[in-house]
Antibody, heavy 118, light 110 residues
């Protein structure tokens, strides 16, 4: 079964750092595009970042310079390193797959909550 | 990177149809045939319903259909059922290796 499961969320103080993980099963994270999408409480979806199968990475303006997406093919896991966290980064963070043939987010994890607060 | 514009709410009685619009610009919706639609029930992850403007993934009922005209895409849900009550989001590739989502529409089955 094709599946994604995020972990690593929690409560963190403003200015702090957190690393989210997204474990994949049923496919390899290096074979497709992998993304992070977040959703603030009661708000809509916001695209955060993408890593292509050639390892190129891109970010939303709101997180560029603070967040870094990466993957470990040996662990079949995607990561999101989040630094200099702000209150406005509080959200549920989802990892999602974009198959190279569709340009759509076809598989989503259940999400992990990140709360930035003092 | 402005969000695509969707109506906040839409509703219909069981068996009726509802259409949700998604308005962007020539730099996103109008510039690419990479519009997709997602259904999200409360507390759950989004689910892909339509991709490439009008294509349905395996397992999605044919009651869901998508289209696009200019800078506006649309999702139509025909034969509304109680389980269709959810939030719906559109998304589009917006160039420069970025994606954008819509503001979201809450669909209520009366």
């Amino acid at each position: 079964e094709v599946q994604l499961v995020e972990s690593g969320g929690g409560l963190i103080q403003p200015g702090g750092s957190l690393r989210l993980s997204c474990s994949a099963s049923g496919f390899t994270v290096s074979s497709d595009y992998m993304t992070w999408v977040r959703q603030a409480p009661g708000k809509g979806l916001e695209w955060v970042s993408i890593i292509y199968n050639n390892d190129n990475t891109y970010y939303a303006d709101s997180v560029r310079g603070r967040f870094t997406v990466s993957r470990d093919s040996s662990k079949n896991t995607l990561y999101l390193q989040m630094n200099s966290l702000r209150a406005e980064d509080t959200a549920v963070y989802y990892c999602a797959r974009i198959p190279v043939t569709t340009d759509a987010f076809d598989i989503w994890g259940p999400g992990t909550m990140v709360t930035v607060s003092s | 990177q402005s969000a695509l514009t969707q109506p906040p709410s839409a509703s219909g009685s069981p068996g009726q149809s509802v259409t949700i619009s998604c308005t962007g610009t020539s730099s996103d919706v109008g510039g690419y045939n990479f519009v997709s639609w997602y259904q999200q029930h409360p507390g759950k992850a989004p689910k892909l319903m339509i991709y490439a403007v009008h294509k349905r993934p395996s397992g999605v009922p044919d009651r869901f259909s998508g289209s696009k005209s200019g800078n506006t895409a649309s999702l139509t849900v025909s034969g509304l059922q109680a389980e269709d009550e959810a939030d719906y989001y559109c998304s589009s590739y917006s160039g420069n290796n970025k994606y954008v989502f819509g503001t979201g529409t809450k669909v209520t089955v009366l």
